[in-house]
């Protein structure tokens, strides 16, 4: 089984090192920083922290040297879907690609290249340490299912789902892998761009009373454009914001929205809160406080 | 006559200087070094107009001696402390307040029974020292009478304000223009204060789903439909204030953003809290000009 991972940041580096520790798997990373490429390519994808783990793949920021694969694994930040999707899709003509991006709207832009292409959402995250070895911070499930538009076949989902499992990052193949993706856009939706506007930290969003109710505001407009379109959430995003708000769980996190704003990096908002707007969009819904967040934000990065 | 200026920011030293052409003025300071520099140096204008006028100034209050017309010009949150410090003297005085927003001639009200002036100015400056100010924008003062205080005597500041070289005009209800500005400042100063940007542009701006336009359009919207529960007619249209204002050409940058940039206090209660509370009292939704007012609070939040 041939694997690529198109953008090889953070959890495109967790995926690909663990997949290289498979025997029956041959990976390779396509991705523009040229000197992260040539540190995978010199001594390996390097990870440490939740799991230390070397893996030896190819790397390459030149999409004509990828050879037919059978799996891709998108993992670029949503904004570079696109041209990272043009550039890499010959490699996939017989295969399937699936996104473990963040946000709606990732699939979409795959499936305008490629024809078999596999919904998915993922939990663990990392950061980018220097070329060649990310820290890994947190483990966590992923889950993959069709792309209904362009379905990959089932049996394909399966095997990619196994594979990841069998590599050390636990995913699962479902019918139906909306539920999730919809339950991580509106958490994430509703809880980054309150931290990025504000400075606070996840856990201090939270104990502010009259804030608190401004991220259930953008909840529960999330959730109505997810019923909407007949999604079943497979867990409350409600729930799942109190529960980081522990001390002990993500108090202190800055949201990866505001670390960006702080270093004036671009970021994913147009597949947050502007995915739901533009689902809401299509399904009759009203998304005005999700609107507003994401005027607001886009003005911020107006601001650099 | 003598006038008596109460804070020397950009707004006060405009009225200190203009009206020492004409007579007696003595400058309230916060800070004793403000105070020596305006009695050593005097007070400098450049911009649209170029003179030094002569001040006397004080930082305690009760070297002050009396005065006919007291001009509290101090930031929305300096006007308690203010009104302290005048309390139980200058019996012959009418007070003028010149705030932003809401509540300022409540707040004096509470520390004297002089007779009050509401007023609302539309004119700018730049502050570059203690003794010098830059004049910006010659927009015009509105002044009205609050409470008991005869019409008459607001048409005399007005004409003094007038043969001062400043630009005022007296009004028989100041509400409906303080109302059009409270509204123009809770969205512009609060969207501004959130983005980073100066009241440039992308304030106007309608074309793109995300652009900033949509949403200051949406809470000027909200404000109108609180003013209307209220009662208020309001004199100009906030939503063509701010689009004459960002095709000026140079792009001011609103008090609220200044402070919170410098991590100080803003003035969000007297003008988003104001208006929020208002909506409340009328029974009007206004989720918008509440996720802006939260987000202003909780951005203060954020500086400890």
Redesign the interface.
């Known amino acids: 089984m041939r694997i690529c991972v198109v953008g090889c940041g953070a959890v495109g580096s967790l995926f690909a090192a663990n997949l290289a520790q498979l025997d029956n798997v041959e990976v390779w990373a396509y991705d523009l920083a040229q000197d992260h490429v040539d540190a995978i390519n010199r001594e390996g994808l390097r990870l440490s922290g939740a799991g230390d783990v070397v893996g030896r793949l190819r790397g390459t920021s030149d999409p004509s040297e990828l050879p037919e694969c059978d799996f891709g694994v998108v993992a670029t930040k949503a904004m570079h879907t696109s041209s990272a999707i043009a550039a890499t899709a010959a490699a996939f003509a017989n295969g399937c690609v699936a996104s473990v991006q963040n946000g709606v709207g990732n699939e979409e832009a795959i499936a305008e290249h490629v024809a078999r292409v596999i919904r998915g959402t993922t939990f663990p995250a990392g950061r980018v340490l220097e070329p060649g070895h990310v820290q890994w911070d947190v483990k966590g499930d992923t889950t993959f299912g069709p792309f209904e538009p362009r379905p990959a076949p089932a049996d394909e989902i399966e095997r990619l789902a196994d594979a990841c499992t069998r590599a050390g990052m636990p995913a699962q193949a479902v019918a139906d892998a909306r539920g999730p993706q919809w339950r991580k856009v509106i958490f994430n939706a509703s809880t980054n761009p309150v931290g990025a506007l504000t400075g606070l930290t996840h856990g201090r969003v939270c104990e502010r009373p009259d804030l608190r109710r401004l991220v259930t505001g953008l909840v529960d407009e999330g959730k109505a454009v997810a019923a909407a379109q007949g999604i079943e959430l497979d867990a409350d995003p409600e729930d799942l914001i109190d529960h980081a708000a522990k001390p002990e769980v993500a108090y202190d996190h800055k949201a990866s929205m505001l670390q960006d704003v702080e270093a004036r990096r671009p970021t994913e908002i147009d597949y947050l809160n502007g995915g739901i707007v533009r689902f809401g969009d299509e399904h009759g819904v009203p998304t005005s406080l999700n609107q507003a967040i994401w005027a607001l934000v886009k003005g911020l990065e107006a601001s650099w | 006559m003598r006038a008596c200026i109460v804070g020397a920011g950009s707004i006060g030293s405009l009225f200190a200087a203009h009206l020492a052409t004409l007579t007696d003025v003595v400058v309230l300071t916060r800070r004793p070094e403000h105070a020596r520099a305006l009695n050593d140096e005097g007070l400098r204008v450049s911009g649209r107009h170029d003179f030094t006028a002569r001040v006397t100034a004080a930082s305690d209050p009760s070297d002050l001696p009396d005065f006919e017309l007291g001009i509290v010009a101090t930031k929305a949150t300096g006007v308690e402390p203010a009104a302290r410090g005048l309390a139980g003297r200058f019996a012959g005085a009418t007070m003028m307040t010149v705030q932003n927003g809401l509540g300022a001639e409540a707040i004096v009200r509470a520390h004297g029974d002089w007779p009050l002036v509401s007023a609302v100015t539309f004119m700018s400056g730049t502050k570059h020292s203690d003794s010098h100010v830059e004049y910006i924008l010659d927009t015009p003062t509105w002044l009205g009478p609050y409470g008991e205080t005869p019409l008459e005597r607001v048409h005399e500041i007005a004409q003094l304000l007038v043969d001062s070289g400043l630009k005022a005009e007296a009004l028989p209800d100041l509400l409906p223009a303080q109302w059009s500005k409270l509204i123009f400042n809770a969205t512009v100063n609060g969207?501004a204060a959130?983005?980073?940007?100066p009241h440039d542009a992308?304030f106007a701006a309608e074309d793109g789903?995300?652009?900033?336009g949509?949403?200051v359009h949406?809470l000027v919207d909200e404000g109108k439909r609180i003013a209307a529960a209220a009662g208020v007619e309001l004199h100009d249209d906030p939503w063509e204030m701010n689009v004459l204002a960002t095709r000026r050409g140079s792009a001011h940058s609103p008090s609220m953003l200044e402070d919170v940039e410098a991590r100080r206090p803003t003035e969000v209660e007297l003008i988003n809290g104001a208006l929020v509370r208002e909506a409340a009292r009328t029974g009007v939704e206004a989720?918008?000009q509440?996720?802006?007012y939260?987000?202003v609070?909780?951005?203060e939040?954020?500086y400890s």
Not at chain 2, 209 to 212: F, K, Q, R, T, V
């Open positions: 969207v959130l983005t980073g940007l992308h789903p995300a652009d900033l949509h949403l949406e989720p918008l509440t996720a802006v939260r987000l609070r909780a951005r939040a954020s």
